[in-house]
């Protein structure tokens, strides 16, 4: 996995509450919490490239008829060969999942007169997952040549998303101890410890392929896909304690 790290951070607050010592303490009360020493109180994030290594594709069949019923059923046909190809190609039972079936009737609409039905279209899409990215262009190419009319989409994203969040993880860590190795140099005062550390939310966008189109059984050529590169963030925030 080719990958590099950056690094960069979001904000910085320091805090000095020192009671004055018309109100300190009596004698026997507890003793003063890390809160109301100085503290930085300190965000940064991580960031991760890395190579994606399966895709998520929504592809389906879209077929007109004379009435409902001859349109879903020449549709249900000419999915089941769909259906058949994908299983061909490679992909489990699992990694194919129905997402849409829809039946809608058809209508003319002309000037000054009712609707006028011209018949009716059957779709039905599924949502594939392809786990072996090289296999990913000759399983749309199955997929279009057993009768898919239409590829609607292709996501791309990671089957264990773990290895490049932590790497994420260590270089947003690095980032604020670093920040916090800066502003305490700049205040003149030496960090004592790490009270909190909380990790938010990870971020690793989907790169979509756009290809909504309706295609020909006929394919000229194999259809090329390129995954490229992903980008994994992880956000940390911490608060360091300063000597006085």
């Not at 199955?142 to 590829?151: S, W």
């Amino acid at each position: 996995m080719n990958s590099f790290l950056r690094a960069a951070g979001l904000g910085l607050a320091l805090v000095t509450a020192a009671a004055p010592a018309a109100l300190a303490q009596p004698l026997g009360a507890a003793p003063e919490t890390p809160f109301q020493a100085t503290t930085l109180n300190l965000s940064a994030y991580g960031d991760v490239m890395a190579e994606p290594d399966m895709a998520t594709i929504t592809l389906g069949v879209q077929t007109e008829a004379p009435s409902a019923a001859q349109a879903l059923a020449a549709n249900g046909e000419q999915m089941t060969r769909v259906l058949a190809a994908l299983k061909r190609s490679g992909l489990a039972d699992r990694d194919i999942r129905t997402s849409q079936l829809n039946v809608s009737p058809k209508y003319v609409y002309e000037q000054n007169q009712p609707p006028r039905l011209t018949g009716y279209d059957a779709s039905n899409q599924v949502t594939v997952i392809a786990r072996d990215l090289k296999r990913l262009g000759p399983t749309v190419d199955a997929a279009v040549g057993a009768g898919a009319t239409n590829v609607n989409s292709i996501s791309f994203g990671f089957v264990d998303p773990q290895p490049a969040q932590d790497a994420a993880r260590l270089a947003a860590v690095k980032a604020l101890q670093a920040k916090a190795d800066l502003y305490a140099h700049a205040v003149g005062r030496p960090i004592l410890r790490l009270v909190s550390l909380t990790e938010g939310a990870s971020f690793s966008p989907p790169q979509p392929y756009e290809a909504t189109m309706m295609v020909s059984k006929r394919m000229a050529a194999p259809t090329p896909v390129s995954p490229g590169e992903m980008q994994v963030r992880i956000q940390v925030s911490g608060v360091y304690e300063l000597a006085r």
